[in-house]
């Protein structure tokens, strides 16, 4: 195995519980200014899901769940409503509604100090992106991150590795040098279609998904008062991750 040389992180989910109380809450606020009477509660949520990307899980809805919705054209129409969305999913970050997951901070400030790299690879749109990184560590947070690879920047969202073999070549390292930090299974099968060691931290929405191929599975990554615990994998030292045990994991993919 190379030398580790980036870290690589998933954002919804992983960074922030974003799914929940961000993008689903920005999605009904979308369709209630639409005067579409669709309500994506938790449960629905959860199984739409399944498919990554705002316009492709609009799209997966009206194809299995709504299938009496019609409309000439469709297509402008899922675009229209889904920049909806994203002005609402960034009014709600705005307002400081959603924080980082806990030891997010910390880990972020230790792989900085290692002298690593860091970079971004995500289904969603660069600007909500942008606007969570802004709104959680401040504007110039972004520059943390050598390559933020995110949304339509390629043809197929994960779990295609597309995404992630994007952001290698950004950063210009081989697979091997890389690890990557992911809290789903579409997440994982993209990484691990991109040949990347990945580290799970699970979510109550991914609790059940199927982390075959991960190299470690953990409940958080952890912090002095919140301890991560590992359910399936590697192990790590002590109560939280390091980036000692970053190493140590990344050497055994
Ligand atoms: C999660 C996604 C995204 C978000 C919604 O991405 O699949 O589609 O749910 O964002 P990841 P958009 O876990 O890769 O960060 O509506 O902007 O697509
Ligand atoms: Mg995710």
């Known amino acids: 195995m190379a030398q580790l040389k980036a870290v690589i992180f998933d ?3 992983t960074l922030a519980e974003t799914e929940r109380d961000g993008h689903r809450v920005a999605f009904n606020l979308a369709f209630a200014d ?10 629905l949520y959860g199984q739409l899901l399944a498919v990554t990307g705002g316009k492709e899980r609009i799209k997966y809805f009206l194809a299995d769940f709504n299938t009496a919705f019609k409309h000439d054209d469709i297509d402008s129409f ?3 409503l889904h920049a909806s969305k994203t002005s609402h999913y960034i009014s709600l970050l705005a307002d400081k509604s959603i924080c980082l997951r806990p030891g997010v901070v910390r880990l972020l400030d230790a792989i900085r100090q290692s002298g690593l790299r860091l970079a971004i690879a995500t289904t969603t749109t660069p600007a909500n992106v942008t606007a969570l990184i802004s709104s959680t560590l401040g504007a110039d947070a972004l520059d943390w991150f ?17 995404i992630f ?8 390292l081989s697979a091997d040098e890389c690890l990557v930090f992911e809290d789903s299974e579409n997440g994982l099968i993209s990484s ?7 580290i799970v931290t699970l979510n109550d929405y991914t609790k059940d998904d199927d982390f075959t191929g991960a190299l470690s599975v953990l409940t958080q990554l952890g912090d002095e008062d919140s301890v991560a615990t590992v359910v399936a994998g590697e192990k790590i ?3 939280y991750v390091t980036v000692d045990d970053l190493i140590r994991i990344h050497a055994r993919g």
């Open 165 to 172: 073999n994007y952001c290698l070549n950004q950063l210009n």
């Open 11 to 13: 954002v919804d989910g």
């Open 192 to 198: 691990c279609k991109a040949s990347i060691a990945t």
């Open 237 to 239: 030292t002590g109560d």
């Open 34 to 43: 639409a005067g579409l009477d669709w309500n994506w509660d938790e449960a």
């Open 78 to 80: 899922i675009v229209q």
């Open 146 to 162: 050598e390559c933020i690879a995110a949304g339509d920047i390629v043809p197929a969202k994960k779990p295609a590795p597309d």
